[in-house]
């Protein structure tokens, strides 16, 4: 059974593009969370989808969107790439059960921005 | 918004009961409290979650005292494999709308020989 799968592991981007990181749930599991982590901190929730739909977000500007697909997968867009995106961004899955707050993390992807 | 306050740092041999504790003063009624372990290069990894008084799993036990400000994660025996960030994570990620999973700076356990 394979786990949370995240892809690509690394990508560089330069200021101003645009990158689209996907994400592949653990078996079972139906709702998917995004954080971004940068070096020496904590990771930050960004948002979560649950039934293709955005049902929480953290404090992040719009350029910040993202996406479920019909089979739980993700993906995380980033607009207008500036130098302080540059981070691990991490995918989280979970099975809706209303208060079991355990979440499986991918490895991550990590994303640098010139 | 509940946040999260846990010390930067801790050292400990190889052997020695470890805890752990997060501070939280605001958190909300519906927040729970978990706790995860992060190696470098990886995703954070669960490792325990409760809301009131005391859980134990296999692996740690969680305090939380009656006001629910702060917890202790415990970690039994530790062995060199458990050098890890541990984050507290105060939150319910269930609630519709709301802004409130945040993970702390975490605490970066050394345990030496």
């Known amino acids: 059974d394979a786990g949370v799968t995240q892809s690509p592991t690394h990508l560089i981007k330069t200021r101003g593009q645009q990158v689209t990181l996907r994400c592949s749930p653990k078996?079972?599991?139906?709702?998917v969370s995004w954080y971004q982590q940068a070096l020496g901190q904590g990771p930050q929730f960004i948002f979560q989808y649950y039934e293709e739909e955005e049902r929480q977000r953290g404090n992040f500007p719009d350029r910040f969107s993202g996406h479920q697909f019909p089979n739980y997968s993700s993906e995380l867009n980033v607009n207008a790439l500036l130098l302080g995106d540059s981070a691990l961004y991490l995918c989280?899955?979970?099975?809706?059960?209303?208060?079991?707050?355990?979440?499986?993390f991918g490895p991550g992807t990590r994303l640098t921005v010139l | 918004l509940a946040k999260t306050t846990q010390p930067i740092s801790m050292d400990s041999y190889e052997g020695q009961e470890v805890n752990i504790t997060c501070s939280h003063n605001n958190i909300a009624t519906n927040d729970y409290i978990t706790w995860y372990q992060q190696f470098p290069s990886q995703g954070p990894r669960f490792i325990i979650q409760g809301y009131k008084t005391k859980v134990t799993n296999e692996v740690a036990s969680l305090f939380i005292p009656a006001d629910r400000k702060s917890s202790t994660l415990s970690l039994p025996r530790v062995s060199l494999s458990d050098t890890a960030v541990y984050y507290c994570?105060?939150?319910?990620?269930?609630?519709?709308?709301?802004?409130?999973?945040?993970f702390g700076t975490g605490t970066r356990l050394t345990v030496i020989p």
């Open positions: 989280a899955s979970s099975y809706y059960s209303g208060s079991d707050n355990e979440q499986f």
């Open positions: 078996s079972g599991h139906d709702t």
């Open positions: 994570l105060v939150g319910d990620m269930w609630q519709t709308g709301a802004n409130n999973l945040f």
